[in-house]
């Protein structure tokens, strides 16, 4: 058990740069100075062959944008690993953070990592000295274990603007007849980017009175967090190209596919009848979710090898298609029968008369409750986010799992909204249309009758 | 700030009716929200217990997380399902176990009225700190990266490097430390969140992705199960810390929980349950 962390950390450093800038100067001319001064002397015995390597030094990602960008003016953390060779004896370690880079040690993480795989913690005993751009860990005994050293930094700010973070590191032996220390070379730089527009305008309304007026109320705050809201919309927005992108390929496709189905449903021919029956009860029978689960682990298993996006559409589709299908059963059944009769009776073929008198009029009957299914395709396809596609629900999802607020399902709302309200509105007037021819002549009637009424 | 405060009340009251009416059920939260809304006035503090119902404490789980939660014919298991009714019994209180993803279990703890305090292997990190309270972490998380057997691409010789390539698909579990820990050292691979922890593995058994990538116990718990044919080529000890949620509003209930903690820690009730259940 390690000793517990504190909930609230606020011992961050704060410091004006022109003061960083100038402790750091003199801190290297010191190191220089000491450096030289002991290539002069010469006497002193030569260092151990051995030395520390390092074995990582890596930021913790903290953007909402995607999992792997770091991002100036936002907390972070620095974590970082070195190799400690058996009996050297490392009696001290300083880390220098980036220039401009604040950090907290409240919260600071010291572990030697050993055993075969470097699983064991060990927890050395050691004393912390710190300003604000370094800190020295004096360890009292001396490291002599073979491991590696794992040093966490908690409540880490990298410079509003970014850039590549260069950590410097160094450290001295027992054996040292100096205090010169070591370096440690080829320390790998952190890609810091500058923070986003919107984490920026976040954090800025985050310090707003009316912000915190706002999220003291604990319904507003879960749900309609104007911290969270702006820093979730563009990254539910790339979700929200997703979902349309799924659709938009999806739904084309399966309006020949449901045509197909419900010609075959309709066939004279028992088999031909059977095949379609069977695939549109078993699709309409069973939830898409399962669906969407069997595609993705049991086609892979089965030799059929389909990246995510196709395979997502795919499954949409051969849904889509078996309900569509139904629609257009009920839309051909609805024309009388007098129109193929009569069409039979002109000599049209059988063919002839499906394509040139039943098509038609029973598209135009449809056309509601197709767009009734464009709605439901396009809703259904948050439920791709359970295999790993990246669509709208996928992307607010990781946001409400990191940031524990509700806000980016509020955001993922908005962009089902923006397509669905739009739709039901079309769809309305799609039914007036057919449904209501003689309500519209008469609406015109009507319209007309006034307009007379208002020029007399 | 007090003016502000109760000017917005009425259009609180009304936004919550609103989301109400529209449906707006993002996770079982409005429901609760509604009574949050309701009796903002007066907090759960002042009330006699510091839990919901009197004698009893209700903690929320994901259990698709063995060797953490899991549920083993109906029954709840694993190492936080033993701590929380270690806990309950230190505190006197009869333990119950309630279902909620795990992406919704804090924000439940946050709106209130779902359960008293969040137990499922989350992970303290700033952005959970703003919303809950923390207890005393009670476990320290490693983190294990798998692939399938046979990838000859990826071996444990090459793993830290291999992994970190654009060629390279991580499936980790979204909001999860193994998602943290894909994106902290292998940023130049492409990361695929899954919600559900098993799913990452079948999607590496299925070829979707190349490597899983999440804590050490739970991938050798699942490698030694269902998914025998995928090994382990990397291990990192990276100290995330284990700890139960608890609401900011209740303050009595965190110290409680705290209290227990130390005290298991103390008999070695706490190391019993890790290694029994990490065997």
């Known amino acids: 058990m390690r000793t517990p962390i504190t909930s609230q950390s606020t011992g961050r450093a704060h410091a004006c740069p022109a003061a960083w800038a100038r402790t750091a100067r003199v801190a290297f001319a010191l190191m220089f100075t000491c450096l030289f001064g002991s290539l002069l002397a010469l006497a002193a015995p030569a260092a151990p062959a051995q030395a520390m390597e390092i074995v990582k030094c890596t930021g913790r990602p903290n953007s909402d944008k995607d999992q792997t960008t770091i991002q100036g003016g936002t907390q972070s953390r620095i974590t970082f690993e070195a190799t400690v060779d058996a009996g050297e004896g490392v009696e001290s370690l300083t880390i220098l953070v980036p220039e401009g880079t604040t950090y907290e040690t409240d919260d600071l993480a010291v572990t030697l990592l050993t055993g075969d795989d470097f699983m064991t913690r060990v927890d050395p005993s050691y004393t912390l000295e710190s300003d604000e751009r370094s800190l020295t860990l004096t360890f009292e005994p001396a490291l002599t274990e073979m491991g590696r050293l794992n040093i966490i930094i908690y409540g880490v700010y990298f410079p509003v603007a970014g850039g590549e973070m260069q950590v410097a590191a160094s450290y001295t032996l027992a054996g040292d007849a100096d205090n010169t220390g070591h370096a440690i070379a080829d320390i790998p730089v952190i890609s810091v980017e500058g923070i986003s527009g919107p984490e920026a305008l976040s954090q800025w309304l985050e310090e707003q009175a009316w912000v915190q007026a706002w999220n003291e109320n604990r319904f507003l705050h879960l749900f309609f967090d104007p911290t969270i809201l702006v820093t979730s919309f563009p990254v539910v927005l790339t979700g929200f190209f997703m979902s349309l992108g799924v659709v938009a390929v999806a739904f084309p496709l399966a309006i020949p596919l449901g045509l197909l189905l419900a010609l075959m449903r309709l066939s004279k021919i028992a088999v031909v009848r059977g095949i379609a029956t069977t695939y549109v009860n078993l699709v309409r029978g069973t939830p898409l979710f399962l669906q969407i689960y069997v595609a993705f682990f049991g086609l892979p298993l089965a030799g059929i090898d389909i990246p995510n996006f196709p395979l997502g559409v795919t499954v949409m589709c051969m849904n889509s298609g078996a309900y569509m299908c139904e629609i257009y059963r009920a839309g051909i059944l609805s024309i009388s029968k007098g129109q193929t009769e009569a069409a039979r009776s002109l000599g049209m073929t059988s063919l002839q008369t499906t394509l040139y008198v039943v098509l038609p009029q029973m598209f135009r009957l449809v056309i509601p409750n197709l767009t009734s299914e464009f709605i439901v395709l396009y809703k259904d396809t948050s439920l791709l986010a359970a295999v790993g596609v990246m669509e709208l629900v996928m992307y607010a999802r990781t946001i409400v799992a990191s940031t524990g607020s509700i806000t980016p399902y509020i955001v993922a709302a908005v962009f089902y909204l923006i397509i669905t309200l739009p739709l039901s509105k079309v769809t309305r007037h799609l039914e007036d249309r057919v449904h209501g021819g003689r309500r519209r002549r008469r609406a015109v009637a009507d319209a007309a009758e006034k307009g007379e009424v208002a020029h007399a | ?279």
């Open chain 2, 1 to 279: 700030m007090k003016n502000v405060k109760t000017m917005l009340k009425a259009p609180v009251a009304l936004a919550a009716t609103c989301a109400l009416a529209l449906g707006l059920t993002a996770c079982g939260g409005t429901a609760t929200s509604e009574g949050s809304a309701a009796t903002g006035s007066a907090p759960a503090a002042t009330s006699a217990s510091m839990t919901m119902n009197e004698g009893k404490i209700v903690f929320a789980t994901s259990p698709d997380y063995p060797p953490f939660e899991n549920l083993e014919d109906g029954e709840y298991v694993g190492l936080d399902m033993d701590l929380g009714r270690a806990i309950a019994e230190e505190l006197g209180l009869e333990c119950e176990y309630t279902n909620i993803d795990f992406d919704g279990i804090v924000p439940a703890i946050v709106a209130g009225g779902q359960a008293d305090a969040g137990l499922s292997g989350i992970s303290v990190t700033p952005e959970r700190e703003e919303e809950v309270d923390f207890s005393t972490p009670y476990y320290i998380d490693n983190q294990a990266v798998a692939v399938m057997s046979d990838n000859t691409e990826l071996t444990e010789e090459n793993a830290a490097e291999a992994l970190n390539s654009e060629a390279v698909t991580i499936a980790v579990q979204s909001g999860s430390t193994g998602a943290d820990f894909a994106g902290e050292n292998f940023p130049n691979a492409e990361i695929v969140t899954f919600p559900n922890f098993t799913d990452a593995f079948a999607a590496v058994q299925a070829g979707q992705a190349d490597a899983v990538c999440g804590n050490l116990a739970v991938v050798e718990q699942m490698l030694s199960g269902a998914y025998a044919d995928q090994h382990t080529i990397l291990t990192s000890a990276t100290g995330e810390e284990y700890a139960i949620a608890v609401s900011k509003d209740n303050p009595e209930l965190l110290e409680a929980i705290n209290d227990a903690i130390a005290t298991l820690d103390e008999n070695g009730t706490l190391e019993t349950i890790v290694a029994e259940n990490m065997g």
